[in-house]
């Protein structure tokens, strides 16, 4: 099972019909629809005449076939690199983008919008959302230098709902003028909707559009199935492709990889593969790598491992061009399958492509030893990471630091939280939990409580909450010992995060009638340290908005 350069793809389908995105930032990043380029450089948009496909040749974007991905890193090393980096690496409370670009512009250097958005780019596959927002404020103060267009300001949106939150992204949309609201606009806080999970206001702003003649391509359709995967309403979801189908809008692998993912989220093998059929049949659509880790994640959680192992061999054969995405996915689904040797050749072979590895390649092999039961392979390759890595990243020390606590090594764990600290990390949310759960083990009431005080005001707090099992057992133990003080505080740690309000969670917690549930319900944290599973699509597809 050898990782292969190309992949087979269908002839070039011609149709009539024109493809939309809503912006740069808001188009797909793995599947382009024939006849679209996405040119985040450019500041006009292009237009084509109606009813006719445009196809663009770019002479200078690498031609290997990666599903619509502009190929960056065979492009010449230019200076947008070198500014990227010093943002990167120059993080801070009183640092940041605006200190880097200033003393860029003092040296003496000049920097293009082109630059920039590609800065921007960059910031944002990394999450590195707060310092990417920064560098559209410092080209707001320069407008007579920098023409800001729509798609500009459609990603600010995202930016400002990944960093202010939901109500600061509301606030930006309403301040903008009518004439400038077009359907990147609209889509762009759509997407922050149904990150944050509302739905109704989700369904009002997508009526809103639809009147606005906003829907007539698939990607708002796609965000609406986003939402209803992850509240698990999978009915919507078939409603949404039945409307699709209804109006003739055509699905596209982002359509067709959902509506599978809910398919397999229901149990049924059988409608998954139907949907499969149905997209081989398309002659507009090839399934690409997304596919097939989606179908093998769904076969692993309905025990299918056979099935699961050949979509893996599937996901191979569709890897192309620069795209490290796929080898995460990989390594954590054959770790997943238990298949160490298998994980272990994916990594090396991604070594092998490429220069360095993102913390997220890291974080998946890791997570596949931890997983695997192999610490010492865990250990080693964390110490190899530790002086490669541009930043620390916690979630990749939470790996270890979770392994050790729940095996009962708590000399271990204190030492190595100790260590994560010297090295840079700041803890997280998750961070501080997985120590609460140290103290647990050990009836530790006040020590548990205080790791939960400290996980509400560190970084990522805002989407953690505590495991419902973790609050239980605190619960439980203030009952053995008939600590009321310690259950009060309790409480209100759970009233700073938002869970004494949230009737389902605390339907699995027992406060007055001494009854437990026969299971917890799943409680998604962004600071979750799974980050592969049944939600691989809902993220790709989100990541790309």
């Known amino acids: 099972m050898l990782l292969q350069p190309t992949t087979t793809i269908k002839p070039p389908h011609h149709n009539t019909q024109n493809h939309v995105s809503f912006s740069s930032s808001l188009s797909y990043s793995l599947s382009f629809p024939s006849g679209f380029c996405n040119l985040s ?15 663009i040749s770019c002479s200078s974007i690498s031609q290997v076939h990666s599903y619509g991905t502009v190929d960056y890193e065979r492009r010449p090393i ?3 690199n070198a500014i990227y980096k010093r943002i990167s690496m120059n993080d801070g409370p009183e640092r940041g983008s605006v200190s880097v670009l200033n003393q860029w512009e003092n040296e003496g250097k000049k920097v293009t919008k082109w630059e920039l958005s590609r800065v921007i780019k960059e910031l944002r596959k990394f999450r590195r959302y707060k310092l990417a927002l920064e560098v559209y404020e410092w080209m707001h103060n320069r407008a007579e230098r920098f023409r800001l267009t729509t798609s500009d300001t459609a990603i600010q949106l995202d930016l400002i709902a990944k960093v202010h939150g939901i109500s600061s992204a ?36 997508i009526d809103k559009m639809r009147n606005r003649g906003y829907t007539d391509h698939a990607l708002p359709f796609n965000v609406m199935m986003t939402l209803y995967m992850n509240l698990k309403d999978y009915d919507k979801v078939e409603s949404v492709v039945s409307e699709m189908k209804g109006k003739k809008i055509p ?12 398919c397999g989220s229901q149990g049924s093998i059988e409608k998954m593969e139907k949907v499969l059929e149905q997209m081989n049949l398309d002659t507009d659509i090839n399934p690409n790598w997304t596919t097939f880790s ?14 699961a192992e050949d979509s893996l061999i599937s996901v191979e054969s569709r890897i192309t061009g620069r795209d490290r ?53 865990a250990e080693k390759i964390y110490d190899e990471w530790l ?7 916690p979630r990749i020390g939470n790996l270890l630091l979770g392994y050790y606590v729940r095996k009962g090594f708590a000399d271990k764990a204190s030492t190595f939280f100790d260590q994560m600290v010297e090295a840079g990390g700041k803890p997280n949310s998750m961070t501080m939990e997985i120590l609460a759960e ?25 989407s953690w909450r505590p495991k419902p099992a973790n609050v239980s057992s605190i619960l439980r133990l203030c009952e053995q010992e008939d600590d009321t003080q310690s259950k009060e505080a309790l409480l209100e740690v759970l009233k700073q995060v938002g869970c004494l309000d949230d009737e389902k969670y605390m339907s699995y917690i027992p406060l007055s009638n001494g009854t437990f549930t026969s299971s917890e319900p799943e409680i998604e944290n962004d600071t979750s340290d799974n980050d592969e599973g049944s939600e691989i699509l809902l993220n790709q597809l989100q990541d790309s908005l």
């Open 78 to 80: 230019v200076k947008w």
């Open 294 to 307: 989606t179908m093998a994640t769904m076969y692993i959680k309905l025990g299918q491992l056979n099935k």
């Open 438 to 462: 140290g103290h647990i083990r050990e009836r530790r009431i006040s020590e548990a409580l205080s790791c939960l005080n400290d996980a509400v005001s560190t970084l990522g707090s805002k």
């Open 170 to 205: 509301e606030e930006y949309f309403v301040k903008l003028p009518d004439t400038l609201k077009d359907k990147r606009i609209y889509g762009s806080l759509l997407n922050a909707f149904v990150r944050a999970r509302k739905k109704e206001q989700a369904e009002s702003l």
């Open 251 to 262: 699905l596209d692998i982002y359509s067709y990889n959902i509506w599978l993912s809910s």
């Open 325 to 377: 995405i796929p080898y995460h996915y990989l390594i954590s689904l054959y770790g997943s399958l238990g298949k160490k040797e298998e994980a272990l050749r994916i990594w090396k072979t991604y070594q092998s492509q490429f220069p360095t590895i993102p913390n997220l390649g890291y974080h998946s092999v890791i997570s596949s030893l931890v997983r695997l039961d192999d610490i010492e392979g």
């Open 41 to 55: 450089g450019f500041t006009k948009p292009l237009t084509c005449p109606k009813n006719h496909s445009v196809i």
């Open 387 to 393: 002086p490669v890595k541009v930043h620390y990243d």
